[in-house]
């Protein structure tokens, strides 16, 4: 009996991959438990100034209170003399995705999100990074930089996957690439460099660095979220390799074995199921989310506009409120708050950022306000009692050595006071003696006083 042939998962992967129709986006979402200190107004106008006109920028989209989307666009970068051949088909390219990751799809959210004056944005799209293959077809890569209202800072990288392989993890995707195009953000000039040892990490570093440098220096506390959105699962799902499991089960983060993908062999934590929202369905594992159309369609652009549209209507707020959480478990030991005044300060601004997210409870589209409510009753960041326990703890004592080292600080400035009645007295006493013996048993006295309350005082210090 003939053996059966061997599969190469290795070539057998990426290949089939390739015919994957995908869009995605990585989102950092950043906040600080220094911002308390800075107002939201002036955060926004800081980090404008840092980039309305940075070399960078190409272009600008504001959502305002009033539902209204303004668009402001740069100049693009120039090709190097080597590419000057492709000048033209950038071009296009880039204007083609700028319509569709930015406007067309703010536009789409804003339609759900009518009327909230807590989701006013400026979001800053940066020149992409660009790759070019063998066949000189192009590959871009956009980040951009959000800074909502309510002082929530977002870095999204949008990559178009449908010409790019997944490794056998179907986690990693990467480009078979000739040249790359970077741009350095580092430098003035709006003119690409073929600089192939540059990475898109360098350009994330770079405005995460520039973020850190707000009001003197903060510490930003960073979690991110994976966002696949696939236009073709229908048709993906029809071949043979995906019959007994089906793709998105395959690229929810469940650790395979190279040497069998059965589904006896693979992780415990391989998960199946899946949610039904209005026009998409998603399923997640962690921070990492596979969204797809419920209707089958074959055109791309519109399967993508409605499922990232709707997705994303519901799942940014939650995003923000989940860093949020998770920057004060993080920043517990950082707050250093140092009176009664900052710590009502900080936690006026904690509860004025939750309480900006009351317009998802209002909105006209209930299946938005449901997937955010699932979201969040499913989400893997969510803490237990334990966790909470803590954190109330923490601010319980917080405020009880607040209260003590204001009780400490009037004592002093008692003392202080007392100090100026004694020298009061003495001043009575010289009035009414001219003995110096009278006066250095009266100050010898006051100071043993002073000293033996000093002592007390410090006593209840410790």
């Known amino acids: 009996m003939a053996k059966p042939t061997k599969i190469n998962w290795n070539e057998k992967i990426p290949e089939i991959s390739k015919k994957i129709e995908e869009i995605k986006i990585t989102s950092f979402y950043m906040l600080s438990t220094d911002l308390y200190k800075i107002d939201n107004n002036k955060l926004i106008k800081i980090i404008t100034q840092k980039f309305e006109n940075h ?28 590419l000057l051949h492709l000048e033209n088909k950038v071009i296009e390219k880039t204007n083609y995705y700028l319509d569709l990751y930015f406007s067309k799809l703010e536009k789409n959210k804003q339609n759900y999100l009518q009327n909230s004056e807590s989701n006013q944005f400026i979001k800053f799209i940066f020149t992409p990074l660009i790759e ?75 405005i995460k660095k520039e973020l850190s440098s707000i009001n003197g220096g903060i510490h930003l506390s960073e979690r991110f979220f994976f966002l696949h959105f696939i236009m073709n699962m229908d048709e993906m799902n029809k071949l043979e390799f995906f019959k007994t499991d089906k793709l998105h089960t395959w690229m929810i983060n469940a650790p395979y074995s190279l040497k069998s993908l059965s589904s006896s062999t693979r992780s415990k934590y391989y998960t199946t199921n899946f949610y039904d929202f209005d026009t998409i369905r998603y399923i997640n594992k962690g921070a990492n989310y596979i969204i797809w159309n419920t209707e089958s369609t074959s055109k791309f652009e519109s399967n993508f506009l409605s499922q990232a549209s709707f997705f994303l209507a519901s799942a940014t707020p939650l995003f923000q409120l989940i860093t949020l959480d998770e920057t004060i478990m993080d920043g517990i ?55 909470e326990k803590i954190k109330q703890e923490e601010f319980n004592l917080l405020k009880e050595r607040n209260q003590y080292n204001d009780f400490f600080r009037n004592r002093i400035m008692e003392v202080i006071l007392f100090m100026i009645g004694s020298v009061s007295i003495l001043q009575i006493v010289d009035i009414f003696t001219d003995s110096l013996k009278i006066i250095w048993i009266s100050l010898t006295v006051l100071i043993v006083i002073l000293i033996l309350v000093f002592i007390v005082l410090f006593r209840k210090r410790k």
Do not use: C
């Not at 959000?146 to 949008?158: A, M, P």
């Not at 056998?168 to 195009?181: A, E, L, Q, S, W």
């Not at 998802?360 to 499913?378: G, K, S």
């Open 55 to 82: 070399p960078a920028t190409i272009a600008i989209l504001i959502g305002t209170k009033d539902n209204e989307l303004y668009e402001k666009k740069h100049e693009l970068w120039k090709l190097p003399d080597e």
């Open 333 to 387: 030991e950082k707050f250093q708050l140092s009176n009664n005044k900052q710590l009502i300060k900080f936690n006026e601004w904690t509860h004025n950022f939750k309480r900006s997210f009351l317009y998802i409870y209002r909105l006209n589209h209930f299946a938005i306000t449901d997937l955010f409510n699932h979201l969040q009753t499913t989400s893997y960041f969510k803490h237990n009692e334990y966790m």
């Open 132 to 206: 070019v293959d063998e066949n000189e077809e192009l590959y871009f890569f956009f980040i951009t930089l959000t800074i909502f209202q309510n002082g929530s800072i977002v870095i999204e990288l949008f990559e178009d996957l449908r010409s790019s392989f997944y490794l056998p993890d179907f986690f990693h995707p990467y480009t078979k690439m000739k040249t790359k195009i970077f741009p350095d953000f580092n430098q003035k000039s709006t003119t690409y460099s073929t600089n192939p040892n540059q990475q898109i990490d360098d350009m994330l570093r770079y």
